[in-house]
């Protein structure tokens, strides 16, 4: 569009008023999505601020609104209306002093705290080279993708995308008659690992108490790992694709052990060249393919078994990882998103990197042909997020409910709900245990719900599967059918079969000469231990808190000159994991201390003073010599060294705060646990609050929300642990929980379309 320039406009894209898309707001009790202009009520600040849509403020009786336990007075909550707009940010250039958007001069307000840095804008800076007054950056100046640090995954991803981009664009040059270099290939891309980090899924209660007998696990160690790609459009690194994985390793139990799940995926719709590939699908298409491929490659190679997808598209207007999609780009049904995902998995089976296709609901629902295992729910593998794990603690539940009230009569049990004939045709006996009663009950309404929208639950067998026990082998040898295609059986149940009798044995319903012949398992790795070290980032830990980063600070990717800044954005908090640390506060003035403008002693572990206070007349009466802080161009030119040195006084920070939490020496000379006392007790007589602007409060609630993220103790000392992790808890249990209610309603629909056609 053109737009006539004004005084007030932006030199840049000269438009004057940019608002942003207003962050979602969901109701605390129900999860519902408050609507634009919709009216609400709320308290709280940060990551601990309630929401309450109108119908739950009027439906809960009394003077109080109870969330996860606790009560909330009414007359605490504030009304408000969900119709705030949020204009750009603006930034003055100190040679013209035009003014520009933020976003368009790709400025980082983040360097900028006290409004003293120095900007010079593209025109001016443009204008000073071609007079020779300024030599340009080199492209080292600004830390990027590149720099991020390199692991054997990225490595291997990468290094197999640009050869088979290469061979992709050799061929489409040979298919179209033209040169390698007049056909358009994909350029600047970059693949990193930016969080791989080890974590433990809790078991939900209701789900562990049918299963007490049976020792199953309380919990599953895993590894989540999130893998972005980046490209160079326009000269500037865009984030365009993002995944997130859990990884459960051989150490972990059954039924996860050496299973991956592929929990979220997500990309925006600005690839270049916006060419197709010699296959007819959009390069794009190949490219996150490729992706993929490589992951599962890199999976099967460490002895990982198998991988599952959910294919869940997300609802409309919601975001799984990158905030704020282009309108441009459709969100797809569900039914394209399977086949989108059945395409690539067809390339990785003809490369034997997948060796077998199936769902959630054939592999653990049915037992059909000469399967012999048994059909429970400890054999579904169980993960976060997940569709099922959720949908059974609410069946349970419900069932629970169902019982409680006597809503069958007063005397049904849950055996009585099914039929004994049933109960001896599901699982081959009929005096069942309570609790086995359940697990049959919960399999037959969780394969109910399952089976209309089974495609949607894709198993990826990486290695191969035993036909009668349906364990996935890795280790022995495989006994392989010499007429029947499909039929392989490991060690132990070969052994099983010799013991019977002719008639019972494989096959049963043929009687031609059938031979099982053993081939040796030896490609399949006895551990899967990761060769790659720890990365953490607090900004990607979940997808949640990710997403939470960029809507809260308007990162979005709705058009290209925001996915460029937003994207510099991200990469700035990657290469800067503690740029907001508390420890830079001024002993004199107790201001913020902006990068490179203060000094710090050299013996006292906590004294730091700004510029202006040791500028000031008759200095600083301190007893000990002071040093200059790094500048940013210094600290941005740090190695990997320093940039885990960084990680590691993270790490000693939150360690601290644990510290001081429990420290009750006045004299303590544990360093800095003054100063995080000294917060504590400021935390508890401030009455401006982070939400009114305080800076010391806000330095608290960065550090609590940093240690909750990562807290793994139920019982933590820390101030405000618990409701920091009931709250993000909570905030996932919604997400969870809208996703399934979307599935259900799609399932709705489309039975609702076939009921019609059919009429």
């Avoid at 603690?393 to 169902?402: G, K, S, V, Y």
């Avoid at 900004?539 to 997403?547: G, I, N, P, S």
């Avoid at 139920?714 to 642990?721: E, L």
Wanted: charge should be positive.
């Amino acid at each position: 569009m053109e737009h006539s320039m004004s005084e007030n406009s932006c030199q840049l894209c000269a438009v004057e008023k940019l608002t942003f898309e207003p962050p979602p707001i969901y109701c605390s009790p129900c999860g519902a999505r408050i609507k634009r202009n919709a009216l609400y009520y709320t308290m709280g600040a940060g990551d601990t601020r309630h929401y309450f849509c109108i119908h739950c403020h009027n439906e809960a009786r009394g003077d109080s609104i109870v969330v996860d336990g606790t009560a909330i007075p009414k007359a605490r909550l504030e009304k408000k209306k969900n119709d705030e707009e949020i204009e750009e940010w603006w930034v003055q250039c100190d040679m013209c002093e035009a003014w520009q958007h933020q976003i368009c001069a790709l400025f980082n307000g983040r360097r900028n705290d006290g409004g003293q840095a120095e900007y010079t804008c593209p025109n001016c800076y443009i204008a000073e080279v071609e007079r020779g007054e300024r030599k340009p950056l080199p492209q080292s100046a600004v830390l990027g993708a590149k720099d991020l640090p390199r692991t054997i995954l990225s490595d291997q991803i990468e290094q197999r995308l640009f050869r088979r981009l290469k061979q992709e664009r050799q061929e489409r040059a040979r298919v179209q008659g033209k040169s390698y270099d007049e056909v358009p290939g994909a350029e600047a891309l970059v693949i990193r690992v930016v969080s791989s980090v080890d974590k433990k899924l809790e078991v939900k209660q209701r789900f562990l108490e049918i299963f007490q007998e049976q020792n199953y696990p309380h919990e599953f160690p895993y590894k989540s790992k999130v893998i972005l790609l980046f490209q160079k459009i326009e000269g500037v690194e865009v984030c365009l694709f993002g995944m997130y994985v859990q990884e459960f390793g051989a150490e972990c139990a059954f039924p996860n052990q050496r299973r991956v799940y592929l929990s979220y995926l997500d990309s925006v719709k600005y690839f270049r060249p916006e060419v197709k590939a010699v296959t007819g699908e959009a390069l794009r298409t190949f490219v996150y393919h490729e992706i993929l491929i490589g992951y599962l490659e890199y999976c099967k190679m460490r002895g990982f078994t198998s991988c599952y997808i959910w294919a869940c598209p997300p609802l409309k207007g919601e975001d799984y990882i990158l905030y704020c999609h282009p309108e441009i780009q459709k969100t797809p049904k569900s039914d394209k998103l399977r086949e989108w995902y059945l395409a690539m998995l067809r390339k990785a089976s003809k490369e034997n990197i997948v060796v077998d296709l199936t769902n959630l609901y054939d592999h653990f629902f049915t037992t059909t042909g000469e399967c012999k295992t048994k059909v429970t729910a400890a054999r579904l593998p169980y993960f976060d997020g997940d569709y099922w794990p959720g949908a059974a603690e609410d069946l349970i539940n419900q069932l629970r409910q169902e019982e409680d009230g006597r809503k069958l009569n007063k005397k049904t049990t849950f055996k009585k709900i099914i039929s004994k004939r049933a109960l001896k045709a599901a699982s081959g006996q009929s005096d069942l245990s309570a609790n086995e009663t359940k697990d049959l009950l919960l399999m037959h309404k969780l394969g109910e719900t399952i089976s209309p929208m089974k495609e949607d639950f894709i198993m990826v067998h990486l290695q191969h599967c035993c036909t009668h026990c349906c364990i996935l082998m890795v280790s022995g040898n495989r006994w392989v059918c010499n007429q029947c295609k499909k039929f392989q059986i490991c060690d132990k149940c070969h052994e099983a079969e010799m013991k019977r009798e002719e008639r019972e044995r494989h096959p049963t319903h043929l009687r031609e000469k059938h031979v099982l012949y053993p081939i040796e398992i030896t490609d399949v790795p006895t551990d899967t231990k990761d060769k790659d070290e720890i990365l953490e980032s607090e900004f990607f830990d979940t997808r949640q808190a990710f997403l939470s980063l960029c809507q809260g600070n308007h990162y979005q990717y709705d058009t290209l000159r925001r996915a460029k800044h937003s994207s510099m954005m991200v990469l700035y908090h990657l290469h800067n994991p503690t740029a907001p640390a508390f420890v830079t506060t001024c002993n004199v003035c107790h201001l913020d201390i902006e990068t490179g403008q203060g000094w710090r002693c050299e013996v006292c572990p906590d004294y730091d003073v700004c510029n202006a206070c040791y500028q000031k007349d008759g200095g600083i009466d301190h007893p000990h010599k002071l040093t200059n802080h790094p500048s940013i161009a210094e600290r941005d030119a740090q190695n990997k060294e320093a940039r885990q040195l960084r990680v590691l006084q993270l790490r000693k920070m939150l360690d601290l705060l644990v510290h001081a939490s429990q420290c009750r020496s006045s004299h303590c000379q544990y360093p800095n646990c003054r100063k995080v006392k000294g917060l504590f007790r400021h935390g508890i007589q401030c009455r401006i609050r982070a939400s009114g602007g305080c800076v010391l409060c806000k330095k608290m609630w960065y550090l609590l929300q940093l240690h909750a993220r990562a807290c793994k103790e139920s019982q933590c000392h820390v101030p405000r642990c618990r409701d920091l992790k009931e709250h993000l808890r909570r905030l996932q249990q919604q997400s969870d929980s809208r996703r399934r209610a979307a599935v259900m309603e799609m399932m709705r629909q489309r039975a609702a379309e076939v009921a019609d056609n059919s009429g």
